[in-house]
């Protein structure tokens, strides 16, 4: 009886120290080893599930080739801002130029019609000095867009015919211009100047 009495008492001694002191190897608790093999399997991406550079590429480039209807919208709706937009810019600049020019041929206009009251009184006439001078005058505003208008016998047109003096005939059944006291100018599509004439109208 007391031999077993002896053996129940005696304490119970566990080693739970990590390194084995005989080996110098690390002890793994039971069940730890296989719990941690486990979490690492775990933790390993799927191969199926893994994204390679040539996927998102590929991805990409297929992105590019077909691209959806809103890509569509916004490419038209750019482009076709950028087309008015060049249109707008043109424009201006036309603009801009004629009214440049305008600036420095209406300068000019007096001395066309220096020009214009020489030649009805025959001072242009021939190869006079001054009848070349006039040519060449006449000739290099013609080329900045510099359009004469105004001859007798055309219809009257109020929005490029001034005015100045209304004589009734029996000669036309319209407004006429009947003389010119003016010329009139017109650059390029802009009217620089109405022409002052003379206007016959129809008798009653």
Do not use: W
């Amino acid at each position: 009886m007391t031999d077993e009495n002896q053996d129940h008492d005696e304490p119970i001694i566990r080693d739970k120290r990590r390194i084995d002191p005989e080996t110098g190897a690390v002890r793994h608790p039971e069940g730890e080893g296989e719990a941690e093999a486990t979490d690492a399997a775990s933790a390993e991406p799927d191969d199926e599930d893994v994204l390679t550079v040539d996927d998102i590429l590929n991805a990409a480039q297929a992105e590019v080739q077909e691209p959806s209807d809103e890509h569509l919208a916004d490419l038209k709706r750019v482009t076709a801002e950028y087309a008015n937009y060049r249109k707008r810019t043109e424009a201006n600049r036309e603009v801009e130029r004629e009214r440049a020019v305008g600036a420095a041929v209406s300068v000019l206009l007096p001395v066309l019609d220096d020009l214009d009251r020489a030649e009805k009184h025959g001072d242009l006439e021939g190869d006079a000095p001054f009848a070349t001078i006039a040519a060449k005058l006449r000739a290099a505003v013609e080329k900045l867009g510099l359009t004469p208008f105004g001859e007798v016998g055309e219809p009257f047109d109020p929005t490029r015919h001034e005015a100045i003096f209304q004589q009734p005939s029996d000669e036309v059944d319209t407004d006429t211009v009947g003389d010119v006291v003016e010329t009139g100018y017109l650059l390029g599509g802009t009217l620089l100047r109405a022409a002052k004439v003379v206007v016959k109208t129809p008798q009653e």
